[in-house]
């Protein structure tokens, strides 16, 4: 652990944070919203919903939402047991790959190199209803133009597909249903042989900004095959390729860890320009990644049961609507909290629009007198999850390991958390070295490794220490946040499950500070014992308009 500090405090002196200062990070994913296409349009597949369920109010501190959502939504996975049937089925199409579901790929994979290969010439070059194909002499074209693709590449098919057709409703019914209609020319998509052509080249990672990788309107199948036989996982429905350079960049599809998923809503991003894509492509190709994100499985402890009874979230479920006979697997959507597992906490989660007048309940009011008298004015915000700048998520990791605060509350106080103070986070500076701006900073308490497990074993994340049955985890209150502001701090993040703990009082004036101070949390990490130093914190949640929450995925490139 202090080898690891001490090498991180020589990254820094050495002038690694002004790599992110050199470097932009390129949004690649489709904003996700009730009146844009972004689910698949033929029934029986769900509509993404959010619900609003709670707004800060005289009944509530905090925007809570809710969220029934597909795989098929927006940027998203396709991972191999999307087409290739388990080993244990014995079919055609049965293979080791079968087992391959979004929480078992390894996270080194989800990222490499992004090599851009221009179709665009493909676009609209079909009757309707028919895909333009893309072939692997498109691909031999590209490597004449820039080089051979290798291992660790992302091949990135750029046609301007979901930049020129993904729009709100009505004009958004050209983006799928008017193809499958036969009103309108299909999206271009590589052919069975370009896949297989791409096996030869060892390229295991690919993406489109098609609206699937699947030709219309009799290739889809055979195309998906041909490439998640290898192992391959791609991107669909991907947008701003053209802001991309052939080759050069770095490309990531991050996405939430669903148990037994075949496949993903995601968010893809790019990092261009400076080091850190060099940095960042080197860590993916040799499989240096750390996966920091607990699966999302029903039955789990994911979501908070509230500090009283009927203040608990929507707990995360899988919804079965579509069975597949030959896969022997049932297509489901979730409903879920949007702060289920590993999540973002934007400022809008606490804060009310601006020019609001909020009418909070009494005992809240008292609260924030006392909050404002001590670290200034509650501030407003309408910075929901689609606005969060993805460079604030992503940075440096500093771990700052809490775990000797594990234990060191008095019984008869609970339910109470040991507070991370100024103190404890000069004294980790004092030692590793100062924390500095692009810094994402990581409470390392143990608490979620140590208790996440099924019912009926799930009390021990949230339900034991609410109730005062155990002592809550390890959170900073809020002097500890104003403090990491004051250091040009954006992004801290956790192990526990949530950045408030158990003291009610405490935990809101904590989310008030952050959202004051325009910073955001991640919450519900594991395996942060697991980083090492010169580790490369990566975090993305959806991108679904005013969502006061976020799921996403956490790793750490090393």
């Known amino acids: 652990m202090h080898i690891r500090h001490w090498l991180a405090a020589c990254l820094i002196l050495l002038g690694t944070h002004s790599v992110q200062a050199q470097s932009k990070f390129i949004d690649c994913s489709l904003l996700v919203a009730p009146d844009y296409p972004a689910t698949w349009p033929t029934a029986p597949f769900p509509r993404f919903q959010i619900i609003h369920q709670r707004t800060i109010g005289p009944d509530s501190a905090y925007n809570v939402d809710a969220l029934v959502i597909d795989g098929n939504t927006g940027t998203q996975l396709d991972v191999p047991p999307h087409s290739v049937a388990r080993p ?66 992302v091949a990135l098919f750029r046609s301007d597909y979901t930049d020129r057709y993904y729009r709100p409703y009505p004009l958004g019914h050209r983006f799928i249903s008017e193809v499958l209609d036969g009103k309108a020319p299909g999206y271009p998509d590589p052919d069975p042989d370009c896949m297989e052509f791409l096996a030869t080249r060892n390229v295991m990672t690919l993406g489109t900004d098609s ?16 490439g998640l036989k290898y192992g391959m996982i791609w991107t669909e429905s991907a947008t701003n390729l053209g802001q991309l350079p052939p080759t050069g960049s770095f490309y990531i599809l991050l996405h939430p860890r669903h148990k037994d998923g075949a496949y993903a ?7 261009v320009g400076g080091d850190l894509p060099a940095r960042l492509i080197d860590s993916a190709k040799n499989k240096r990644a750390i ?13 908070a049961p509230g500090f009283s009874t009927g203040r608990h979230r929507q707990p995360y479920l899988d919804v079965n609507f579509l069975y597949s006979e030959y896969l022997d697997m049932w297509h ?11 999540n973002l906490v934007p400022p809008s989660y606490a804060l009310p629009k601006p020019d609001t007048k909020v009418q909070y309940a009494p005992e809240i009011r008292g609260w924030l007198e006392e909050y404002e008298r001590q670290y200034g004015k509650r501030g407003f915000s309408d910075l929901t999850t689609e606005k969060v700048p993805l460079d604030w998520t992503s940075g440096e990791a500093r771990v700052i390991n809490v775990r000797e605060l594990v234990g060191s509350t008095k019984k008869k106080s609970w339910p109470n958390s040991p507070e991370i103070t100024v103190d404890r986070i000069k004294k980790f ?16 308490t143990g608490h979620v490794d140590k208790y996440f497990k ?17 002592e809550g985890w390890p959170a900073p209150g809020p002097a500890a946040i104003v403090y990491l502001k004051s250091k040009g701090i954006r992004c801290v993040a956790t192990d526990a499950p949530d950045l408030g703990g158990v003291n009610e009082k405490r935990a809101l004036m904590t989310y008030w500070a ?31 308009r005013d969502c006061h929450g976020g799921p996403g995925r956490a790793i750490v490139l090393h």
């Open 291 to 303: 996966d920091l994100s607990p699966t999302l499985a029903q039955g789990y402890p994911l979501t």
């Open 514 to 544: 952050l959202g004051s101070h325009e910073m955001v949390g991640v919450e519900f990490l594991n395996n942060v014992h697991k980083i090492p130093a010169g580790g490369y914190f990566l975090f993305a949640a959806i991108k679904i």
């Open 454 to 470: 099924p019912a009926p074993a799930d009390t021990g994340v949230w339900i034991d220490p609410i109730k005062g049955d155990s």
């Open 265 to 271: 809503e995601g968010r893809a991003f790019a990092v």
């Open 88 to 153: 244990d089925l014995k079919r055609p199409k049965s293979g080791p790959f079968g087992l391959a579901y979004t929480d078992k790929i390894e996270p080194w994979q989800f990222g490499g190199e992004a090599c851009v290969i221009d179709v665009r010439d493909l676009l609209n070059q079909a009757p309707n209803g028919i895909s333009p194909l893309v072939s692997r002499e498109h691909v031999q074209r590209f490597e004449q133009q820039h080089r051979q693709l290798r291992f660790g590449d």
């Open 211 to 226: 609206a699937s990788m699947g030709p219309l309107p009799n290739l889809a199948e055979p195309t998906h095959y041909a």
């Open 429 to 444: 500076e004092a030692k590793y070295g100062e924390l500095s701006a692009g810094d994402v900073v990581i409470f390392e």
């Open 332 to 342: 489901h959507t979730h409903m879920m909290d949007s702060m289920a597992g590993t």
